[in-house]
């Protein structure tokens, strides 16, 4: 098992939304704001290990939800193989079509000597396009998560309400 099926094997939603999709074949919860910090955490986490040379982790991650509006910060510190920091800045929104976010403000900054930043362009590193579609993000990280826990997820729904996020998937037993 990876460290990073590791750390998400412990997050106890995950578990209650793969037994709900086995068993209901849904799954629908209001997010808080601290649900939702450590599953933004872990979507980043994710999209940066697509990349088999890089380790990285998420650190000072802080999400706000307020107005139908969630907002998140958080940097990211990569460790291998090559030291440098991201800095993100997010604000997510109801999008047109229902059930779907849309990103409303993405600020993204690297902190990194010149060669490291050649770096993560040669790495592929694009965090900032892998957000465009934070709906589609969410559904990859969730699904191949969601599979170590024998739960296929087959479609996911996402609505910023004043305080919270409400997720809606769907799904059923591998």
Do not use: W
């Not at 209901?24 to 910090?37: N, P, V």
């Not at 650190?59 to 969630?70: A, F, K, P, S, Y």
Request: charged content about 25%; aromatic content about 2%; overall charge negative.
């Amino acid at each position: 098992m990876t460290e990073q099926q590791e750390s998400i094997v412990e997050v106890p939603l995950l578990d209650q939304a793969a037994k709900m999709l086995k068993e209901q074949r849904s799954f629908e919860k209001e997010l808080s704001a601290q649900d939702l910090t450590q599953i933004l955490s872990e979507v980043i986490k994710s999209l940066l290990a697509g990349h088999n040379a890089i380790t990285a982790s998420v650190t000072d991650m802080e999400v706000e939800i307020e107005n139908q509006q969630c907002v998140f910060d958080g940097t990211v510190l990569i460790e291998k193989p090559i030291q440098a920091g991201i800095t993100i800045h997010c604000a997510l929104a109801n999008a047109d079509m229902p059930q779907r976010l849309k990103v409303t403000k993405l600020h993204i900054q690297q902190e990194a000597t010149f060669f490291a930043k050649v770096a993560l362009k040669a790495a592929n590193v694009k965090i900032q396009e892998k957000l465009k579609d934070p709906n589609q993000a969410l559904y990859l990280v969730l699904e191949s998560q969601l599979k170590t826990k024998g739960a296929k997820l087959t479609a996911i729904q996402l609505h910023c309400n004043e305080k919270s996020v409400t997720v809606r998937l769907e799904g059923e037993a591998v």
